[in-house]
């Protein structure tokens, strides 16, 4: 009996210890429920500010509003009825973060279908939340991430079939929920006398060639219209003929919920351009434009046949630069200065992309100042492109300001590039009869040619500074001469293949013909490159003429690798060459010729300009 009792009790003893062993089996299976585990912090954050637009899934915000309401499951299933029941909520409780949640879920269901009623319905859902009730915690991320929402919900919404342009047109859209009336006023695609079209949604674009790239943060939809006039290789006109511009398209809408909830939404799409306000007065808040700067420049550059047409303007085959063209990227404003960029040989306006996208992008230089620039045929004589660039600046100046009442365009800054130095030089010289005697021993009124004639001659080779150009900035200018120009087998290879511009040609065969004697015996030929010889007349000339009393000139020179500077060169000017006396302020830079697009380089003109602006007699309106 005994022994019965105690294995019986072993028996319970030893199922107590199994049904315990079995909790402690299920217990360690299950783990701890709740804990952490350290991680890379790059990695936590990642996934905190991971949202739709980013990472293409739900933000955290969103996740846990799906989560509250029980519709994460259903979200991924059945995505379409998750988002009518959470609407349906959103309209009842009038909760704004409900709202955010719509617009990120509408922006993810919209790119996993592509049907672009839900980009649409995004964009709506984003503006309830940034504009309706008490703006949100501008701490909180939600509010980037939601304008971010509105801007793409737009961009896709009103995308063309194709996806390469933002189609901006009034009329009936659908929405998932109904419908989508828009208003949109045609004339606001008249700009400046031309039509914008093909509006490109640069968000997209990858930007190439350019170090920096800027964008201005706000509201809409940024897109790079096409501004080029109907027949952009024989226009003439002052802007840019084929000139894109940053816009910004925005969807505006009144008590949104209300509509939404009506099935019915009427809106108005609004294209803003420059020089529309950079901000918009919304819900009482001052919102600012959401702008693509550097994309629309470079998708504009991408465009251009400018890279093409270097070459061919140098060697004179390019009738466009004959004569000169001054080229503008915005109309004149009164109360801004002109600071106009000259390029140099086998070059073009497009090798300034670099130094106008970091200058204009800067507010203080963007309020003050206005980029021009000149464009020439680069193999002709200098005495000549410098008459073509002295004749397109004053042309200006009269057309723009014909009252002179406009004190800042009487203000400007020319910066030349190499040979554009030296032609820049030739805007603040006065040179009498210097360069006629380096040609002729013949004095000028004694030669015979017609009334025509006498006029674009005198025009040509006697120079008088401009009065308006008060300030002129040389880079990797040389103004005694570059070596490589020194070397004759270069020059006389360049000069059979140079063409003159009729013009020219014209001039000297008629002055010949009627003065046989005219030129002296030595003159040689008077290409460009000729010009640059350090032995040249012409070069040697205009090294000895000082700079117009009341214009102030600053020198930056490029010096190649980390020898002595007094020696060096940037692989076509000598430091020496470029050196000269007189100057505000001489910056040296270790770089190559081309160093337009170099940081120091940059530093230093934006230096220079807004010293200029401080002490400019003129003010940011005009006068």
Not at 391 to 401: C, F, I, Q, R
Request: aromatic content about 8%; some cysteine.
């Amino acid at each position: 009996m005994a022994i019965t009792l105690r294995v019986r009790g072993i028996r319970r003893l030893l199922q107590g210890c199994v049904f315990l062993a079995g909790l402690l089996l299920v217990a360690g299976c299950v783990g701890v429920p709740v804990g952490v585990t350290r991680a890379d912090p790059r990695t936590v954050h990642r996934n905190l500010t991971a949202n739709a637009l980013t990472v293409g899934e739900p933000s955290l915000d969103t996740q846990n509003a799906l989560d509250r309401l029980n519709l994460a499951e259903t979200f991924d299933s059945e995505p379409v009825q998750a988002l009518a029941k959470l609407r349906e909520l959103a309209l009842a409780s009038g909760e704004n973060d409900l709202y955010f949640a719509l617009a990120e879920l509408s922006f993810l269901h919209a790119e996993r279908s592509r049907d672009h009623s839900w980009h649409r319905a995004a964009a709506l859902y984003a503006w309830s939340y940034l504009f309706t009730g008490e703006p949100p915690d501008p701490f909180d991320p939600r509010w980037r991430t939601a304008a971010d929402l509105y801007n793409r919900g737009i961009t896709e919404g009103f995308s063309s079939p194709d996806g390469k342009t933002v189609e901006l047109r009034g009329g009936e859209f659908t929405l998932p929920f109904g419908q989508l009336d828009v208003d949109f006023d045609e004339s606001s695609l008249d700009w400046n006398g031309r039509r914008l079209r093909n509006f490109i949604p640069v968000a997209d674009l990858e930007v190439h060639g350019l170090n920096s790239r800027f964008r201005t943060p706000g509201i809409g939809a940024p897109l790079a219209a096409d501004a080029a006039v109907e027949d952009p290789d024989h226009s003439k006109e002052f802007i840019a003929p084929r000139l894109k511009i940053p816009t910004t398209a925005v969807l505006v809408v009144d008590d949104v919920r209300k509509q939404i909830a009506a099935g019915r939404v009427h809106a108005r799409l609004d294209l803003h351009s420059d020089p529309d306000p950079e901000a918009l007065l919304i819900a009482g808040q001052h919102v600012p434009l959401e702008r693509e700067q550097t994309a629309t420049l470079a998708a504009m550059l991408a465009d251009s046949p400018v890279w093409k047409q270097e070459l061919q303007a140098f060697l004179g085959t390019l009738t466009q630069a004959a004569e000169g063209r001054l080229i503008a990227l915005t109309p004149h404003r009164p109360g801004r200065i002109p600071v106009v960029f000259v390029h140099g040989t086998n070059s073009s306006p497009g090798r300034w992309a670099e130094m106008v996208n970091v200058l204009d992008n800067d507010p203080r230089i963007h309020s003050r100042y206005e980029p021009w620039f000149f464009f020439y045929n680069s193999g002709n004589p200098i005495l000549y492109s410098s008459y073509l660039l002295r004749s397109k600046l004053s042309e200006a100046v009269a057309t723009l300001d014909p009252s002179d009442r406009d004190a800042c365009l009487r203000d400007m800054v020319v910066i030349g590039h190499s040979q554009g130095g030296l032609l820049t030089k030739m805007t603040v010289v006065d040179s009498g009869d210097r360069f006629w005697r380096n040609i002729s021993k013949r004095p000028f009124d004694e030669v015979r040619m017609d009334d025509s004639q006498r006029a674009l001659a005198r025009q040509v080779g006697f120079v008088k500074p401009l009065p308006f150009v008060r300030r002129v900035v040389f880079i990797a200018t040389p103004h005694r001469g570059s070596f490589l120009a020194s070397w004759d087998l270069v020059r006389r290879l360049f000069a059979r293949l140079l063409s003159f511009p009729q013009r020219v040609t014209q001039l000297t065969t008629s002055l010949v013909t009627a003065n046989p004697d005219i030129f002296a015996a030595d003159v040689g030929s008077v290409t460009a490159l000729d010009n640059m010889d350090p032995r040249h007349r012409f070069v040697r000339t205009l090294s000895e003429i000082p700079i117009a009393p009341g214009v102030a000139a600053n020198s930056i020179i490029p010096v190649k690798g980390d020898g002595p500077i007094e020696t060096g060169n940037d692989g076509v000017v000598e430091y020496s060459s470029a050196h000269i006396d007189g100057v505000e302020s001489e910056k040296v830079v270790r770089s190559d010729h081309s160093t337009q697009s170099n940081p120091e380089t940059i530093e230093e003109v934006r230096r220079i300009l807004l010293l200029h602006a401080a002490a400019a007699p003129c003010n940011a309106k005009g006068r």
